[in-house]
């Protein structure tokens, strides 16, 4: 059976926005009708900043497809904090089916499923000196910031690290989960000098923080390691898996070794 109906046919409207429409959301806490999510698939393979890894064109809506709603709303509609979510006719869906501008400038951050260089640098020196594995830091940038496109304005901070009293600080809203419940917040997130500022703090925070200690034990199993990071490191009960899911279908643990 085809997953896509045939109703789903690609045409232009008079706005010269192309309409494959959906007729369910898409995404975090969605509906996920099959149907829907292959449609919504397609398009961002077509509309995520290139060059970008390919998101698979399943109908399912799995994590990776979230994550790649998150970094198509953080870059190209400057969302913060993304929803990871599509619903018919919400502004996602018309970013995402909107005809692209020829002349569009290509942004130089949030390529979905890539991290640059500079990063995986930082992750392989934080491990060296602090001990906590280099594809559990990439995951942890690439899930908090959206692939380096959704920070604190001003922040450097790509972790999502919480400012304490009388630390350099910017607020801006943040998605918590309360009982059960995602929630959009504003809090007071840690301002960094750099981004190597920020990789070092991190590391030092995992590896000295008493939250941090059973976490600590696992270092040379990542995906043990993610798991202990739920619930504490972040409220998202799904935490762990989305880290998990991030290392091992990127290959990241090479850089742990």
Do not use: C
């Amino acid at each position: 059976m085809a997953l896509v109906p045939s109703t789903t046919i690609l045409s232009t409207d008079e706005m010269g926005r192309i309409a494959a429409p959906i007729f369910t959301s898409v995404g975090r806490d969605g509906v996920n009708a099959p149907g829907d999510v292959f449609v919504v698939q397609g398009l961002l393979n077509d509309r995520l900043p290139k060059p970008h890894s390919p998101v698979a064109m399943t109908g399912a809506a799995d994590i990776g497809t979230t994550l790649a709603i998150e970094a198509f709303q953080a870059v190209m509609m400057n969302m913060a904090p993304p929803s990871g979510r599509v619903d018919p006719g919400s502004p996602t869906y018309y970013a995402l089916a909107a005809r692209p501008l020829v002349d569009a400038v290509p942004p130089k951050v949030g390529h979905f499923g890539q991290a640059p260089p500079e990063v995986i640098e930082a992750a392989v020196e934080s491990r060296k000196k602090w001990r906590v594995p280099a594809s559990i830091t990439m995951a942890q940038w690439a899930v908090e910031s959206a692939w380096g496109a959704s920070m604190p304005p001003g922040s450097n901070n790509p972790f999502g690290i919480k400012a304490l009293a009388n630390e350099p600080a910017v607020e801006s809203p943040t998605r918590e989960v309360y009982d059960g419940k995602s929630v959009v917040i504003a809090a007071k997130f840690r301002k960094f000098d750099s981004i190597t500022q920020a990789f070092e703090l991190h590391g030092r925070l995992l590896a000295l923080g008493t939250p941090y200690k059973p976490a600590m034990l696992l270092v040379d199993n990542a995906e043990a390691f993610a798991d202990a990071l739920t619930g504490v490191y972040a409220t998202d009960p799904e935490y762990g898996a989305t880290l998990k899911w991030v290392i091992n279908n990127y290959g990241w643990t090479k850089y742990d070794k």
